[in-house]
């Protein structure tokens, strides 16, 4: 039998999938040939998922901590205690301090609607408190609040001239996109690439310009002003789109090509080709990453950005523009049902969870926190300040998951969750317009329940009466729909398509800021590296680091760090080093590699904690909008004695 989803993870493709099923197993899951992102492959992280369905250490039955917190230990029981101590402690933290001492976090560990939204009807009944701000693209998310256009249809992609891969991994993060542009090549479209790291991306580019981290926004000034100066800008489209033309060409005109490359580390000659490049190319298409975001200065680096798109007239012509996000004309917020909240929520920063857990001054302090779809104590900025938020004794951890990750570990009590393939669900995409459906390949393997199934049982156990706590995950998911559209249909046909259109070539009633702030950036400090923590080609954040397959493709946690930054601190490839910054270490292999330049070093991969890491050593750093600096981190790196 063969069995139509989607995968649900954090990922810009959102492949559709046919999962075969004999005997009430499934033998594989593979990628759906008609999909038109899809195309019949997978990835290296998710092609055998059948592996994660009944992997060994998976997750099948409630457990309750029976050792000290963060210990590991637990045992089992059954769903029946598990939900009445929730209920419980739930109930008793809402009478004693307030609906407001109880935090829902959830992040996008599953895109899927049910999954990510369901248990919040509990939490708006409740009244609790609500995370809200992410951990990524907050920068862009940010700028498209302002009314930037960040999303272009990646089937018009293929009309672009000239595509600039600006910080994206692109054939590790999201390679459905490379047949986008090799289709566009076919036509004729050059392809330059902007990274700090020699990836298997950039050695797909045409031309490949390497930055010193977190200096973009003064490349993208440099081909600003170049637009301005030789009368290329497109400043019709700037009238009626833009509010601050005057400011953003006094902030350029510093940055000559020679500015820009002493600040960049690029020769100016790269920037001058580049920038003229871009200058002529009608029209260009820039496909912005979060990697790019992940510093204190993002904010201003996609601001940067989206000026070049508009100030090259890109915008004018299909298949040209920005594209960081893209998403169909689907709103799953409805799932959450907010209506079923009688007060404003008190709000709490969803990237500050560290804080959030240790600040004494916060009142009501969150006493119970129930976290699922998400793994913040691995994927949240300062793991070891989380985990002192973890540890407190008068906190209630509750942790929905397929293993016992960092975060699980941290819980007094984990609920099993059903896989993809144990659970219908429908979901946006955030690199294309088709909204993908779920359906179940098999039951649910031991106890395993859906976050729909948890929030019907949680609703029990606390006697809320609501019809809304009665609907089923179909109901659920159903609700949701456009208007037109039938669930029954979507999951029969697995996707369809709600496209969104152009932004509109007319004036502006809210006109664009594009004008950036001070652009400068601070030295770095002597002696020290900056680490990357970029996405590992095998893991999907921090999930499939427990995976044998990909855990052996990835190898092992490794440090890469250039010749010349080896030699002066006297290191041979492959040599145990530690890491160290702000008092904490990791413990890491070296490898020399081409990959990166003197100045930074890199860290593949969201390893799990005990393992490496890499927010065991990052500070707690946000842009202006909440974006977490992930990649702002300065390290020594010696030979471990
Ligand atoms: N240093 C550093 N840190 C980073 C980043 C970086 O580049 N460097 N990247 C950041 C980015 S871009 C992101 S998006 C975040 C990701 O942060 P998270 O969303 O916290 O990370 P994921 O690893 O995707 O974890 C999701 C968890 O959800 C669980 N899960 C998956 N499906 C389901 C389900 O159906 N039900 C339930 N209950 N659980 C499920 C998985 O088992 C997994 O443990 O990490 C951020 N952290
Ligand atoms: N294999 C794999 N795929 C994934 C994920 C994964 O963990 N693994 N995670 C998923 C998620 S949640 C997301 S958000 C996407 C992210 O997808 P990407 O944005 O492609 O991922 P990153 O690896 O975070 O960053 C991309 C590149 O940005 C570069 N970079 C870092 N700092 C700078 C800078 O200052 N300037 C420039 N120009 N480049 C810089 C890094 O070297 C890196 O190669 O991928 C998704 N897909
Ligand atoms: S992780 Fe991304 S590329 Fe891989 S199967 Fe899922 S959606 Fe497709
Ligand atoms: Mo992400």
Known sequence: MQVKGCCSHD??????????????????????????????????????????????????????????????????????????????????????????????????????????LAPMRIFHALGSSVAQGGVCGVSGAALMDEGHPVGVDPEQGVDARLIIVWGQNTLSTGHHYWHFIDEARKKGARVIG?????????????????????????????????LLETGRADLDLAAMWVADLDAYRRAVTPWTFEAAASATGLSAKSIESFAEEFATA????IRAGVGLQ???????????????????????????????????????????RSDLRQNEPRVVHGAKLAQVLTDKTLSPAIKGLMVWSANPASTQLDTPLIRKGLLRDDLF?????????DTARFADIVLPATTQLEHVDVQLAWGHQYVMANNPAVAPLGEARSSGAIMRGLAGALGLNHPAFRESDEEIAASTMPAGWSYAELLAAGWRKAPVSRPSLKPRERKLSIAPGDLTLAPLPADQLQLLSPKGHYFLNSNFANMPRQRQSERRPTLKMCARDATERNLVDGAPVTVKSNGRSLSLRMAVSPEVRSGYVALDGKWWNDEAGANELTASLWSPAGQPAYNEVYVTVEATT
């Open 11 to 116: 990922c810009p493709d959102s492949c559709a999938w046919i999962a075969q099923v004999e005997n009430g197993r499934v033998t594989s899951v593979e990628g759906a040939t008609d999909h038109p992102i899809t195309r019949g492959i997978l990835c290296a992280k998710v092609r055998d998922y059948e592996e994660r369905l009944t992997a060994k250490d998976r997750l099948l039955y409630p457990l309750r901590r029976s050792g000290p917190k963060g210990s590991g230990q637990f045992r089992r029981i059954s769903w029946d205690e598990a939900l009445a101590e929730i209920a419980d402690r739930f109930h008793a933290i809402v009478v004693e301090h307030g609906g407001a001492a109880l935090l829902p976090y959830h992040y996008y560990g599953s895109m899927g609607t049910v999954q990510r």
């Open 194 to 226: 902007i990274d700090p790291r020699a990836t298997r991306t950039m050695r797909r580019c045409d031309v490949h310009l390497a930055p010193r981290p977190g200096s973009d926004a003064i490349l993208a000034a440099a081909l600003g002003r170049h």
């Open 282 to 285: 009608s029209p260009a298409l």
């Open 294 to 336: 992940q510093a204190r200065n993002g904010d201003e680096v996609v601001r940067a950005i989206s000026a070049l798109a508009i100030l090259g007239g890109h915008w004018r012509h299909p298949g040209g523009g920005l594209s960081i996000m893209t998403f169909p004309a689907y709103s799953p917020q409805a799932a959450e």
């Open 397 to 405: 951890t509750v942790v929905a998951e397929h293993f016992l990750t």
